[in-house]
C-alpha cells in the first residue's frame, strides 16, 4: 500500500530550528510538497522537491532522498506565527497526478 | 495571476438536507480540480478529482457527487447530507503535472 508517516505533534521554542521528517511509500514518485495549515485554515504551498538535495526559501528548508523515501522540512529562527500543522504530500506514478497525503505534525511553538 | 474562490465559507444544515458547495478557479485553463475532507485533527481525504469538463472521478464511494459543468466550475453535491459529513471541505486545483495544489478557503459544514 500506499502510506505518508510524520509524527504527530512537536514542541519547540522561539528562536531555534526544528526539523519535521517525513518518510513515505508510494507506488512511484514524481515530487513531495510541504504545506503549512494554519487551524482553522486551508493549507498553503511551502516547497517542492522532485531531485535529492535541499532546497532553500528563506527560513524554511526542505530535503529529499529518494533512495530512502525520506524528507525533511527545516524551519529556522522560529516565530510564534510558525505554529500550525505541517502536511508532507507525494505525488506518486499515478496518471491523474494525485497527491498522497501525511496527517500532518502539529508544531506548538512556546516563547 | 491563479486564484481560486470556493464558498460559503460555513454552513450549517439539518440532517437530510441537500448540499451544493462550489468552487471556481481564475487565471488559468483545463485545470485538475479536487474536492476533499478534512475531520478535524486529520489529515486530507481526497473525495472527488476531476481532469476537465464532465470528468469527475471518485476515490470513496458516499452520499456526495461532484460535477464540473464548466472548465474552470467544480460543485460538490449531496441530496441527503448525514451527521458524518461533517467536516472542513477544501476545494483545490494545480495546473499542470508538477505544479503543487493550491486552495480555496475551505467551507466548515456542520450538520445538527
Redesign the interface.
Known sequence: GQNIDQPTEMTATEGAIVQINCTYQTSGF??L?WYQQHA??????LS?N?LDGLEEKGRFSSFLSRSKGYSYLLLKELQMKDSASY?CAV?GEDS????I????T?LIIKP | SQTIHQWPATLVQPVGSPLSLECTVEGTSNP?L?WYRQAA????Q?LF?S?GIGQI?SEVPQNLSASRPQDRQFILSSKKLLLSDSGFY?CAF?AA??Q???????T?LSIL
Open positions: 514524481n515530487g510538497f482553522g485554515e486551508a493549507p498553503t504551498f517542492y522532485v502536511l505525488r491523474n497526478y494525485q497527491l497525503w501525511g496527517a500532518g502539529k | 485538475n479536487y485533527g486529520r489529515g486530507l481526497l478529482y481532469v472521478s477544501l494545480d503535472g508538477s503543487p495544489q493550491h486552495f480555496g478557503d475551505g466548515r
